[in-house]
């Protein structure tokens, strides 16, 4: 599957964004599918994953109650909406799926197949 990821810019403090993740081919429907971000200088990081219902998101602790992942599977897409963002949510945003036919959810970032390009987002003070 290839993806690809958009919707990243510039917001300061307290906005929002919405990045999508669009996905190639006819079986979207059957990859987990995540969110990841690498700020400069650091290690990629997990954000969010979704199951191949929609059901079921994982946040991680840094971006619960702030993002919601979801996905519209006859649209072959994933979206990442980012309410109340702050100067330390700066980073490259990753899309990322995990094997097809996998169905567990995990934080790992080795366990992801299949990664977009990135798309920046910016937030400023």
């Known amino acids: 599957v290839q993806l690809q990821a958009s919707g990243g810019g510039l917001v300061q403090a307290g906005g929002s964004l919405r990045l999508s993740c669009s996905a190639s081919?006819?079986?979207?429907?059957?990859?987990?599918m995540g969110w990841f971000r690498q700020a400069p200088g650091k290690e990629r990081e997990f954000v969010a994953a979704?199951?191949?219902?929609?059901?079921?998101?994982y946040y991680s602790d840094s971006v619960k109650g702030r993002f919601t992942i979801s996905r519209d599977n006859a649209k072959n897409t994933v979206y990442l909406q980012m309410n109340s963002l702050k100067p330390e949510d700066t980073a490259v945003y990753y899309c990322?799926?995990?094997?097809?036919?996998?169905?567990?959810?995990?934080?790992?970032?080795?366990?992801?197949?299949?990664w977009g390009q990135g798309t920046q987002v910016t937030v400023s003070s």
């Open positions: 979704i199951s191949w219902s929609g059901g079921s998101p």
């Open positions: 990322a799926a995990r094997p097809q036919g996998i169905t567990v959810l995990t934080t790992t970032r080795s366990a992801y197949r299949y």
């Open positions: 081919g006819r079986t979207f429907s059957t990859y987990v």
